[in-house]
């Protein structure tokens, strides 16, 4: 066996990992239904061939002169470059690399001038609730997208009101909720945000896999995003947004490449800035490349098309739910509120978890049970689906089918027919 050890600039042919013609397949196990999308997105092929194709160039970034090394790091600021455009960013705007949506959000908690104020609403998941300061302002679920905006306006009206100085407010909404799929309306609460000059975050973990977004023309300041649930493996993750409160900040993390000086004394640190500021350490190319790979094929795809295609198979999904007499729907806003391919619901009864297993071990159908990291909104609905449903016996956990571009109509009707089945 001959082990190439440098291979040259140019991979030979046998390494190149040809695209696919079609990259926004998803790999998956045959006989396995996958409707778990929201909690982590099978791989696409898109990034699967990314990653195949670069793994024999695998070496350091930012900190190898080699041939291998540079193109590391030339692929791992690309993949920067590519998930900027992607989300629309701005001129001064970083894209910082993190690990995900979690990690974004801490970071900018970390960033936060002194003095800012959060507001957040009850129904985020737990990512967008517990990195904010204590004293943070945390509004009730609202009934809808019109009471959300309604919310908000009167909250920073309060929050302004009478102050001779601005301090910083910043506004953490999701885009779709993890529990029920519901949208946000973003782009109006970014209004809401920009009129009373505070600045927006949108934990866009659950939105980005299911519709575009641009920050320019949502006129958002910042936006969180995972990798895993983008159809991207490898646990990388996105902050995007204002590089001024970033570049102002203590490092996220401190350590080798956030650094522009060091001397010997140990308060003699020049931090860089830019995103390598919060990078430190040796970053996830591997993962940023997925990433970056699957932003590439989104682009590249009729993504009108897609939509419909993922609104037909929600709507089949909903309407067969609704059409179980022993199934009742989380839902915090109405019934036909724009939603993205998610669906929370209980069975009158039965235990949530049994379900799951039960749906896993004789259907080879996957969901999830549970609170689904966002207890307080999940508990508040589970008490709402009681009241609406009439059903005394609803179970204080709940399931969720979660659906995207793998998913076919087969896999919605065999978990229609198994919840049928179970009642
Ligand atoms: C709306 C929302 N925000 C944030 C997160 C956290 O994402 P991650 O676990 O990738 O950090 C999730 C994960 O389910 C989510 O659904």
């Given at each position: 066996?001959?082990?190439?050890l440098?291979?040259s ?5 046998a ?11 998803v ?37 190898g ?6 193109r ?5 600021e ?13 001129a001064?705007?970083?894209v ?34 517990l ?13 809808g ?11 920073l ?32 609460l970014a ?13 866009a973990?659950q939105?980005?896999p ?26 990388a ?9 970033l ?26 800035t ?44 909903r309407?067969?739910?609704a ?14 509120a ?51 449903s009439?059903?005394?016996?609803l ?7 979660s ?10 009707e065999?978990?229609?027919?198994a919840?049928a089945?179970?009642?």
């Amino acid at each position: 066996m001959t082990v190439t050890l440098v291979p040259s600039l140019t991979p030979p042919p046998a390494w190149t990992v040809p695209p696919s013609s079609r990259p926004l397949d998803v790999l998956g196990v045959p006989g396995q239904i996958n409707l778990d999308y929201a909690a982590s997105a099978p791989c696409a092929r898109a990034a699967a061939d990314a990653v195949a194709e670069l793994l024999p160039w695998y070496a350091s970034v930012h900190r190898g002169a080699g041939a291998l090394s540079r193109r590391c790091t030339l692929a791992y600021e690309r993949a920067r470059q590519t998930v900027g455009d992607f989300f629309g960013a701005r001129a001064g705007d970083h894209v910082v690399f993190t690990r995900n949506t979690t990690d974004a959000l801490n970071l900018l908690a970390r960033t936060l001038p002194a003095g800012t104020t959060v507001v957040t609403f009850a129904g985020e998941h737990h990512a967008n609730l517990l990195p904010w300061p204590r004293a943070s302002v945390r509004l009730p679920v609202p009934a809808g997208p019109a009471e959300a905006i309604r919310a908000l306006d009167a909250a920073l009206t309060e929050l302004r009101r009478g102050a001779t100085a601005r301090p910083p407010v910043l506004v953490a909404v999701t885009g779709a909720s993890n529990v029920t799929g519901e949208r946000w309306p973003v782009a109006e609460l970014a209004w809401v945000a920009r009129r009373h000059a505070a600045r927006i975050a949108v934990d866009a973990a659950q939105l980005a896999p299911h519709a575009p977004i641009d920050v320019t023309a949502l006129d958002v300041d910042y936006l969180a995003v995972s990798g895993h649930k983008l159809y991207a493996p490898f646990g990388a993750g996105v902050l995007l947004g204002r590089g001024d409160w970033l570049d102002a900040a203590p490092p996220y993390l401190a350590g080798g490449g956030a650094t522009s000086h060091v001397g010997a004394a140990t308060h003699d640190v020049r931090w860089a800035t830019g995103p390598a500021r919060h990078e430190a350490g040796t970053p996830n190319l591997l993962g940023a490349v997925a990433l970056a790979s699957v932003c590439a094929a989104l682009d590249g795809a009729d993504r009108v098309a897609l939509h419909a295609r993922e609104q037909a198979l929600l709507a089949r999904l909903r309407d067969g739910l609704a059409a179980l007499p022993h199934v009742v729907e989380l839902r915090a806003f109405g019934p036909d509120a724009p939603r993205v391919g998610i669906a929370s619901f209980v069975l009158a009864g039965r235990d949530s978890a049994e379900v799951a297993a039960e749906l896993a071990a004789r259907h080879g159908i996957g969901v999830r049970d549970g609170l689904f990291c966002a207890h307080p909104l999940a508990r508040r609905l589970l008490t709402e689906a009681a009241a609406r449903s009439g059903h005394r016996d609803l179970p204080p956990t709940a399931l969720r089918a979660s659906i995207g571009l793998g998913s076919t109509l087969d896999h919605v009707e065999s978990l229609l027919t198994a919840l049928a089945e179970l009642g």
